[in-house]
């Protein structure tokens, strides 16, 4: 069992040295050449509290590092898409009766988390789209995943291979660069 003292003594140190480590946290933000996913999170998404960019910083540079891809690239094809809001998009789909007779149509979710993954891409690589909905850290690795393997598979684009991950269409590649560029 503790003494008061030694509670005490506990407690200044925790102190010093949650200090300690925001004036260290706050000296690498503040270096973009140390820290460029952070500085260019903070300067998309001014509104964005310091630890929720440090917490997305930190993510966004795991799994770049993991998956051997860009993150300042990745920080921009999620502004494109969502602004890095982790959201879903619906629209309205026709869905037909087994006897192919009738129809109605319904609202549906289309695409998944602040990367906006199609229910196509969801179903076709094996993606939990409960997770991907609910948990970033998910969303953020399964964006990495797929972008190595998209890069992967247009690697003949050398450093432009990262278009790939939206479109095999040369014009809509192009469209696309454009769009994220504005956030890098």
Known sequence: MFRKSDLKLILITSIFLAIAFIC??????????????????????????????????TLFNQFAHKYGQDPVISVAIGMQETGLKQINRKKNIIVFNPNGLTWKVERGVTDVCMFQFHVDTIVDQGIDPIMLKNDVAYCVEQHFRLMKMKRGMCSNLGDDSWTCYHSKTPRFREEYKKLVARYI
């Open 24 to 57: 260290f946290e706050a000296k690498a933000e503040s270096n973009c050449d140390q820290n460029p996913v952070y500085c260019t999170l903070a300067k998309n998404r001014p509104d964005m509290d310091r630890l929720t960019l440090q917490r997305i910083a």
